[in-house]
């Protein structure tokens, strides 16, 4: 039910900006709603997962498409690492999580904090600014890397 919601969200917000749903921009969604909890994909993941799935796309389209649909609130674009974006889908509940990532291996935890949220919605307010996002990326080293 939520991938069908999900998809219709993006449906939605193409035909609001006067685009429409081409097969390329269905076959990233999918790809995201496949996504076992707590996967994010960069450009090039997404690209290869395609290959791999023998549906590929050229690598210009898929970093269109990943732009796009980031601006529409479909993916979150996440820096996890440096001069890496990596996405995955926006929360449909409003929950957000932010990442702990080790910057050696690049293992990432996600975490829920209502605290944080509350100081984004405290600073944007007070600047009379309406938050869209609030994440938190804490950049760490992992227990096996650490040794």
Wanted: hydrophobic share 35%; glycine share 4%; aromatic share 4%.
């Amino acid at each position: 039910m939520e991938n069908s919601h999900q998809l219709n969200r993006l449906q939605t917000a193409l035909h609001h900006q006067g685009l429409r749903m081409t097969p390329q921009r269905s076959l990233i969604m999918t790809l995201f709603q496949q996504l076992p909890k707590g996967e994010h994909l960069s450009a090039e993941d997404v690209y290869q997962r395609l290959v791999n799935e023998q549906t590929p796309l050229s690598l210009s389209t898929i970093y269109r498409t990943l732009h796009l649909m980031s601006k529409m609130g479909i993916l979150r674009e996440l820096e996890l690492a440096e001069d890496h974006r990596h996405y995955e889908l926006n929360a449909l509940d409003g929950k957000r999580h932010h990442h702990l990532v080790c910057i050696a291996c690049t293992k990432t935890i996600e975490f829920e904090s209502n605290s944080i949220q509350k100081i984004g919605e405290k600073v944007a307010k007070g600047s009379e600014f309406s938050l869209l996002d609030c994440q938190l990326v804490i950049h760490a080293l992992c227990p096996a890397c650490q040794r």
